[in-house]
């Protein structure tokens, strides 16, 4: 499986901006994918996903309300809608793949899978 993400850049605080992933190869592999992210200096986290069979979303809390998480299946590509955008929101996103259905799809450790990122600066 390979993950093209897109739609990064530079926004100001308050904006929005929607993320891309394009899967090709096997997606059959794909039944959980997701978003994550990693600022500078820290560790990548977790912020959304969803499993494409049940049709659930899941998101961290800390962009809950602000963040939604979709997908076309026809089209293989994973979107992140990214409202309300903060300084701390800056950090490279990641796509990522799993062929595990799970209940808890925010371990990094479940995804064999991932795109090579792109890049969210949010201005003050």
């Known amino acids: 499986v390979q993950l093209q993400a897109s739609g990064g850049g530079l926004v100001q605080a308050g904006g929005p901006l929607r993320l891309s992933c394009a899967a090709s190869?096997?997606?059959?592999?794909?039944?959980?994918m997701a978003w994550f992210r990693q600022a500078p200096g820290k560790e990548r986290e977790f912020v959304a996903a969803?499993?494409?069979?049940?049709?659930?979303?899941f998101h961290a809390d800390s962009v809950k309300g602000r963040f939604t998480i979709s997908g076309d299946n026809a089209k293989n590509t994973l979107y992140l809608q990214m409202n309300g955008l903060k300084p701390d929101d800056t950090a490279t996103y990641y796509c990522?793949?799993?062929?595990?259905?799970?209940?808890?799809?925010?371990?990094?450790?479940?995804?064999?899978?991932w795109g090579r990122g792109t890049l969210v600066t949010v201005s003050s």
């Open positions: 190869g096997r997606t059959f592999m794909t039944n959980t």
């Open positions: 969803m499993r494409w069979t049940a049709n659930s979303t």
């Open positions: 990522a793949a799993s062929g595990i259905v799970t209940t808890n799809p925010s371990r990094s450790s479940l995804y064999g899978y």
